[in-house]
């Protein structure tokens, strides 16, 4: 018996949905009753459209519609990355042949040399450079051995030098047949591959780590 009460209650819900649903106007949608999820209202990107009248008056909310919600940062103002506050300023180094040789002069990580780093870094370096750079840094990753790109320079050899700078400036401008990684990667995680870079460049060996894992201080580094 109950069963068929739920079942005569729900056909006459039904229907009576239909029936107002329904209109003889042939341009007329009917009762609507969720708008919302096939025709959704037209709104401005980047216009604010103000608060709700029912928290404010509806002479505040006006104020606050048709303004431009994205406005230009204020002068002299830089954007914040929210990592370190290092990371938060502008590369200061243009890309220009004198810049390179100039970020190789000054330019140093403001990075710990740490485990955690170096192996972020390795990791890094496995997903966006090893292609062409191989695993261990010796040009010969998949693109050098196909024939795509010839005369990729080894870390441990050519490039032994190379100074951290250098290194920062071409992964985030770019050099020669390499393009810019600054929009894939972090300044952070750019950092980190530089500091892997300089384990390839001492033929893999690692450093000295204390407790911490933090590198430990030789002694010509504590003299200097």
Same mark, same amino acid.
């Given at each position: 018996?109950?069963?068929?009460?739920?079942? &005569?209650?729900?056909?006459?819900?039904?229907?009576?949905?239909?029936? #107002?649903?329904?209109? #003889?106007?042939?341009?007329? /949608? $009917?009762?609507?009753?969720? @708008?919302?999820? &096939?025709?959704? /209202? %037209?709104?401005?990107a980047y216009v604010d459209y103000g608060e709700d009248p029912y928290y404010v008056t509806e002479e505040v909310a006006v104020s606050q519609r048709?303004?431009?919600?994205?406005?230009?940062?204020?002068?002299?103002?830089?954007?914040?990355? $929210?990592?370190?506050?290092?990371?938060?300023?502008? &590369? %200061?180094? @243009?890309?220009? @042949? !004198?810049? &390179?040789? +100039? %970020?190789?002069?000054?330019?140093?990580?403001?990075?710990? #040399?740490?485990? !955690?780093?170096?192996?972020?870094?390795?990791?890094?370096?496995?997903?966006?450079?090893?292609?062409?750079?191989?695993? #261990?840094?010796? $040009?010969? *990753?998949?693109?050098?051995?196909?024939?795509?790109?010839?005369?990729? @320079?080894?870390?441990?050899?050519?490039?032994?030098?190379? /100074?951290?700078g250098k290194m920062y400036h071409t992964l985030m401008y770019g050099k020669g047949l390499m393009g810019s990684h600054a929009s894939q990667i972090?300044?952070?995680?750019?950092?980190?591959?530089?500091?892997?870079?300089?384990?390839?460049?001492? $033929? *893999?060996?690692?450093?000295?780590?204390?407790?911490?894992?933090? !590198?430990? +201080?030789? !002694?010509?580094?504590?003299?200097?």
């Open positions: 018996m109950m069963h068929k009460t739920i079942q &005569y209650i729900t056909l006459v819900i039904v229907a009576f949905a239909i029936m #107002t649903s329904c209109t #003889t106007d042939p341009n007329s /949608p $009917g009762v609507e009753y969720m @708008p919302d999820m &096939y025709r959704s /209202p %037209a709104i401005e048709n303004q431009q919600s994205a406005r230009q940062p204020v002068a002299g103002t830089i954007a914040f990355h $929210g990592e370190d506050k290092a990371f938060s300023l502008p &590369y %200061a180094y @243009p890309n220009t @042949p !004198e810049g &390179y040789e +100039m %970020a190789g002069k000054e330019n140093r990580s403001p990075l710990p #040399t740490t485990l !955690e780093n170096i192996e972020a870094g390795a990791l890094s370096f496995g997903l966006m450079c090893s292609h062409c750079h191989g695993e #261990t840094g010796k $040009g010969d *990753g998949a693109i050098s051995k196909n024939g795509h790109i010839l005369g990729i @320079p080894d870390f441990s050899a050519k490039l032994k030098d190379l /100074p951290e972090s300044p952070k995680g750019l950092w980190q591959i530089v500091q892997y870079i300089k384990v390839m460049q001492n $033929g *893999g060996e690692m450093p000295s780590f204390d407790e911490n894992g933090v !590198e430990a +201080m030789t !002694e010509n580094q504590n003299n200097n």
